[in-house]
């Protein structure tokens, strides 16, 4: 389990040192910002949204490792899926960091993965949920997210 375990933080810091998707998206048509108090995490998500498919998605903002990989990571999830299965993403993914999946379900999250020992840290489920809450709010009524 260590070697898992090294290899899940050398996945969270290499996204976190060099996130992909940030960055603004001038053609985006939906926005959202996210806030997580109890660590100070800041985020703005922007996608572009065209016949019910994620064309492309970014963000910005300042939080901590956890906050910034889970946000590259979801990005390169979404990106070029239908919302309603970016939706089923997020229920996935907000269970696997809550109360854990089975093997099956954790296996079809790929990368995504890489936080499921996150439940173990309840004050770190929000940092890893944050970008989640966000682009939901993004896709739905654009309204400001928060963990609280």
């Known amino acids: 389990m260590p070697d898992l375990r090294e290899l899940y933080q050398e996945v969270i810091l290499d996204h976190h040192k060099r996130p992909r998707n940030f960055g603004p998206l001038p053609e ?3 926005h959202a910002k996210g806030h997580n108090p109890l660590c100070g995490d800041r985020l703005t998500v922007h996608a572009q949204v065209a016949d019910g498919i994620i064309r492309d998605v970014r963000f910005e ?4 490792a956890i906050s910034r990989a889970s946000a590259s990571l979801m ?3 979404v990106k070029g899926r239908p ?3 970016a939706q089923r993403l997020f229920e996935e993914f907000h269970r696997m960091v809550t109360v854990g999946v089975d093997d099956e379900i954790e296996a079809s999250l790929g990368k995504l993965s890489v936080f499921c020992g996150v439940r173990e840290f309840p004050s770190r489920v929000k940092c890893a949920s944050l970008a989640w809450h966000t682009l939901r709010s993004a896709l739905g009524d654009g309204r400001d997210a928060s963990t609280e």
């Open 28 to 30: 985006g048509n939906r």
């Open 61 to 64: 903002g300042a939080g901590c």
């Open 75 to 77: 990005t390169d999830a």
């Open 83 to 85: 919302v309603a299965e």
